[in-house]
């Protein structure tokens, strides 16, 4: 049963555009991190450069978290997803000419680095509508009984984009430099916003209601998932576990410091987490489970946690690439089942205001997580940095399985969507 649903949703041209869509859009955010990382890092070798990466894009985020997540929910979605990306586009034009009218000497290197700082931040403000206008899309597109194993073939093919996303931004860089990797991040978000016009959303809901200011409704929107333990656990607990053990920032001193590779060997390690989230999108969207989901939460990440520790202490590239896999599966079953989770308890016209909290949680983690990382290594060390990321990662799980024992308990999926404030 669960793969004719999932071949069936292979059979919606709607569903196979927007993946194609988002391929290339996430494509080409890959490339950009990758890249970007390894820039600001040549440029300044300095790990608190490589944690303002991170903040200057959370910060729009946060500052258009509530007119983001109001207007998807009163307005159709795709155009103000196609109009993200257009910005998109802008901003990896304007990385394009960065790089190849950067100055040489202390003064043309400050001034290089000023405009990929303003850049990103351009681009941080793209992707707050841009994050949410994706998450309470899918739901429109696909029938609800295709819903957990769409969003399990969703997440694995992002991944794969994951995957070849840094492994072609090292190398682009490695042969052409800035100008050229730059130029196709460009050409995916154009090549994205084109597939989009053939996506149709033929399940959409009725809009919310566009009475009262726009505080107000996004107060209701706070107060649902406030009253609902099964979504805030899911979605916190993710939060805490990236924002305190994620390492990905740390990638570009561990390759170029402790590993001893260039920027080939970092999109392999940036690549490593993503043949992981790979392998388990793969399986889940073939053979997804619907059993003792909220235990299998608390798993998963416990697992990430272990492995980001492993990571750590890792000397050897293999072990390194090794660790970063397995950590990579682990978050995939997370984002399963948090995100099929998150979208059975919400109903389509408070989904955008939802995904866009449930997007400030995702940025926290992944923005604020880099902050967080470049400012510790840049006090104790990458390691000692990366080590306690790990630890906390598995205390937060066991005190969120104490907090939210709702979470925890949950069966199946469809629980979520009967739970009541």
Known sequence: MASRSFSGAWRNRAFAAFLLSRLAGMFATQILAVVIGWQVYELTADAMALAYVGLVQFLPMLVLLMPAGDLIDRYARKPILMASWVVAVLCAGALWWLSDHAGTGEEGKAAALGGIYATLALFGCSRAFSGPALQSLLPQIVPREQLAQAIAANGMLMR??????????GLLYALGGGALTYAVCAFCFLLGVLCLIRVEASYAGAKASGEGSMWRRFGVGIRFIRNRPIILGSISLDLFAVLLGGVVALLPIYAKEILHTGPEGLGMLRSAIAIGEVGAGLLLSVWPFNRAVGKRLFIAIAVFGAANLVFSFSHWFWVSFAALAVAGAADMVNVYIRGALVQFATPDEMRGRVSAVNMLFIGS????????????????????????????TLGVVGLWAKLFPVLRKVEKFEEAEAESP
Do not use: H, M, Q
């Open 160 to 169: 794969a984009a994951s995957i070849g996303g840094p492994l072609v931004g």
């Open 365 to 392: 983690s992944n923005e604020l997580g880099e902050f967080r990382a470049g400012v510790c290594a840049a006090a104790f060390g990458p390691v000692a940095a990366a080590a306690l990321g790990g630890v906390c």
